[in-house]
């Protein structure tokens, strides 16, 4: 089996320019920006990526998870923190693990705005998917799902093995 072809045959590399389209969608669109506006959320993408993280695990977390998730040095969110600290949309807390480690939660307006963001790109989604079958969401979703999870194991192995 070649660099390009599936172990059924399928030529990936026909597939490749969707998955460059559908980055670039996701990239360059203004798809984040559009959906600030629209929710009138004044925040810069790391700040919003770091209230998405929160909002996404539902429990207050260490910088160093924040960092993680975002793929991120700590500092770098240590930084936006503090701007977010500043409007409220986060807030800090002693972790019971680790007396030395601090803990961060959304604010009441932090969630507020992360409930308006999702609820605004679920909305524009499910538009875009208005014209499917529920079995097409539905394979689709599975299918979207499961190969990011693999494509994640997968080019974390990778990157473990290049260390």
């Given at each position: 089996?070649?660099?390009?072809?599936?172990a059924?045959?399928?030529?990936l590399?026909?597939?490749?320019?969707r998955?460059?389209q559908?980055?670039?969608?996701?990239?360059?669109?203004?798809?984040?920006?559009?959906?600030?506006?629209?929710?009138?959320?004044d925040?810069?993408?790391?700040?919003?990526?770091?209230?998405l993280?929160l909002?996404?695990?539902?429990?207050?977390?260490?910088?160093?998870?924040?960092?993680?998730?975002m793929?991120v040095?700590?500092?770098?969110?240590?930084r936006?923190?503090h701007?977010?600290?500043?409007?409220r949309?986060?807030?800090?807390?002693?972790?019971?693990?680790?007396r030395?480690?601090r803990?961060?939660?959304l604010?009441?307006?932090?969630?507020?705005?992360?409930?308006?963001?999702?609820?605004?790109?679920?909305g524009?989604?499910g538009?875009?998917?208005?014209g499917?079958?529920?079995?097409?969401?539905?394979t689709f979703?599975?299918?979207?799902?499961?190969?990011?999870?693999?494509?994640?194991?997968?080019?974390?192995?990778?990157?473990?093995?290049?260390?």
């Amino acid at each position: 089996m070649g660099d390009t072809d599936a172990a059924d045959g399928t030529d990936l590399r026909a597939v490749l320019p969707r998955l460059l389209q559908l980055g670039t969608l996701m990239n360059r669109s203004g798809l984040v920006e559009r959906a600030m506006k629209r929710i009138g959320a004044d925040l810069d993408r790391p700040g919003l990526s770091i209230i998405l993280s929160l909002h996404m695990t539902g429990k207050p977390m260490r910088v160093g998870e924040i960092a993680d998730r975002m793929q991120v040095a700590g500092p770098h969110v240590t930084r936006h923190l503090h701007v977010l600290e500043r409007r409220r949309l986060v807030s800090g807390l002693p972790d019971p693990d680790d007396r030395r480690a601090r803990l961060v939660t959304l604010t009441p307006d932090g969630t507020e705005i992360a409930d308006r963001y999702v609820t605004t790109l679920l909305g524009w989604f499910g538009d875009a998917l208005g014209g499917w079958s529920p079995s097409d969401r539905r394979t689709f979703y599975d299918l979207l799902l499961r190969f990011t999870d693999d494509l994640a194991a997968f080019l974390s192995a990778i990157g473990e093995e290049d260390e």
